[in-house]
């Protein structure tokens, strides 16, 4: 480094330093009058650097230049460039860093590579002030070794814009904004690499593939995400959060994560809405709204169209204001392929789940719940059984609750189901079977409780079923009747346990209330 500051390293047109070995820059160069020309670095054997040295009392003396292309063995570090756009290839190991400084503003990437597939170098490419843009007549960002690749648009208001493919390997591949980041072209990990992508203040809007195989997947904004590509991971855990906004799944667009040892993750969590289109996993899948989860997904197939699939997986779906469908929209369901389903609606809208085949309302959790306002449930297959593992409780204003099960699906009740403002509907194409532990109550006053089966409908020796004022009707279509407890008001016993044989309508009057069984 010169001593004086005012010594410089300028040029009137292009320059190019080309050396054998190293490459060390110690002061300020600049190329053309105003930094409008170009820079060339070429390292045949070595690695080519800005070193900070600060013989002269000057600190992050910048490179000045138009295009800077550089072609090095062993590693490219240049923290304090202030250019238009970079080309950088690197043969052998050491990383590649590239920032632009604050004065330089944006930065647009021409070409990053690291070649060497046995190297472990990583890719860095930084602003401190101004966009990060790939464009589309760009070769990309490639990485054939196990390093890393980490694109950051830094400083208040900077977007990324990746419009040309980053691939990496084994290495992860983080891509991060202050405000936007749009990707629209593929992002990928050919190995087990971990894919990061993060708008520190604001939106991000994936309109192209990201893909790994095996690694995690996680999408953070501020505020909303915008997938309209799919989300692809051969079992690593898939995580997508809106942290004051919404996510939206464009219709057709997926999210897949199988290990093939049903331990797969997906989990999305939005400030307000989730628009579901198709996630399929073997594992856990997770959705939590502050606002509705809805059915995004042209097309309403039933067993068909489902936006969960994966006949192993855990559901675990928390909103609140609704499930199913958007709250301005028409009235929709959630369809769904899962083996387990916790639910619950905390404020307000109702809830529509329609299940492919057999669902079990898991007891791992809270089972299921619905409170606030509007609050009622519709859970049906379309053909298979539901058993009730864990509690169902509906509180909410108007909380109707509806268990179907479509087909010839049986209803197995061996946890408690209870609603205390609204009806409760259960109805089996085969048997129904109240266990013990199954009690069904109906608080609501003048509210109704009515099960219904094709087949054998069995309510077991201690399970109680009861409603306040409202009636009670137990109907099988076709075969026997078998009576637990039904509760009536305080002034009347309770009915003993008894096998009715045959019986659709058969009325027992207690006082003004009716009992059907």
Do not use: C
Request: net charge negative; hydrophobic share 40%.
């Amino acid at each position: 480094d010169f001593t004086l500051e005012s010594f410089q390293f300028r040029t009137s047109g292009n320059l190019t330093l080309d050396a054998v070995g190293d490459i060390t820059i110690q002061n300020r160069i600049r190329t053309g009058a105003t930094g409008d020309a170009d820079l060339i670095l070429y390292s045949e054997t070595g690695q080519i650097l800005q070193s900070d040295n600060v013989a002269d009392a000057a600190s992050s003396e910048p490179i000045e230049t138009s295009s800077l292309v550089v072609s090095a063995e062993f590693g490219v570090d240049l923290p304090y460039v202030d250019t238009d756009d970079i080309t950088i290839l690197n043969d052998g190991e050491g990383d590649i860093e590239v920032n632009e400084v604050a004065a330089g503003g944006s930065l647009v990437v021409v070409s990053v590579t690291q070649t060497d597939a046995g190297g472990t170098g990583d890719i860095t490419l930084s602003t401190d002030g101004g966009n990060l843009d790939v464009p589309s007549s760009s070769a990309g960002v490639v990485t054939v070794g196990s390093g890393a690749i980490t694109l950051q648009a830094g400083g208040s208001g900077s977007v990324l814009t990746v419009s040309k493919a980053v691939t990496g390997v084994s290495g992860g591949v983080t891509l991060q904004a202050d405000d936007d980041v749009t990707i629209s072209a593929v992002v990928s990990n050919s190995g087990n690499g971990p894919l990061a992508v993060i708008s520190d203040n604001a939106d991000i809007v994936q309109e192209a593939v990201l893909s790994t195989v095996g690694g995690t997947i996680a999408l953070t904004a501020a505020q909303s995400v915008e997938q309209k590509a799919n989300l692809l991971s051969s079992g690593g855990a898939v995580t997508v959060t809106a942290t004051a906004g919404a996510i939206t799944m464009t219709s057709l667009v997926e999210t897949v994560s199988v290990t093939g040892a049903d331990d797969a993750v997906v989990t999305y969590t939005a400030g307000t809405d989730i628009g579901v289109s198709i996630i399929e996993s073997d594992g856990t899948v997770t959705l939590t709204a502050g606002g509705a989860i809805y059915d995004n997904l042209a097309g309403d197939t039933s067993g068909v169209d489902t936006n969960l699939r994966g006949g192993t997986i855990v559901a675990i779906l928390s909103a609140g204001t609704g499930i199913g469908h958007h709250p301005s929209a028409a009235a929709d369901d959630l369809n769904i392929e899962v083996a387990q389903l916790t639910l619950s609606n905390s404020t307000s809208g109702n809830v529509f789940i329609e299940e492919a085949d057999d669902l079990v309302i898991s007891a791992a959790t809270t089972g299921l719940t619905s409170a606030g306002t509007d609050g009622s449930v519709s859970v049906e297959t379309v053909s298979g059984d539901i058993t009730v593992s864990g509690p169902i409780a509906i509180t909410a204003d108007g909380g109707d609750l509806v268990l179907k099960a479509g087909g010839s699906g049986d209803i197995f009740v061996n946890n408690t189901i209870s609603s205390t403002k609204g009806t409760v509907f259960v109805q089996a194409g085969g048997v129904v079977n109240q266990a013990a532990a199954g009690d069904i109550t109906v608080s609501g006053s003048g509210e109704d409780l009515v099960v219904l089966s094709v087949g054998t409908l069995t309510m077991t020796n201690g399970a109680v079923s009861s409603a306040n004022g409202g009636s009670i009707a137990y109907i099988s279509s076709t075969v026997n009747v078998v009576v637990g407890r039904l509760t009536p008001p305080a002034h009347r016993a309770p009915l003993a346990p008894r096998t009715i044989p045959n019986i659709l309508w058969r009325t027992l009057s207690i006082g003004s209330h009716a009992i059907y069984f």
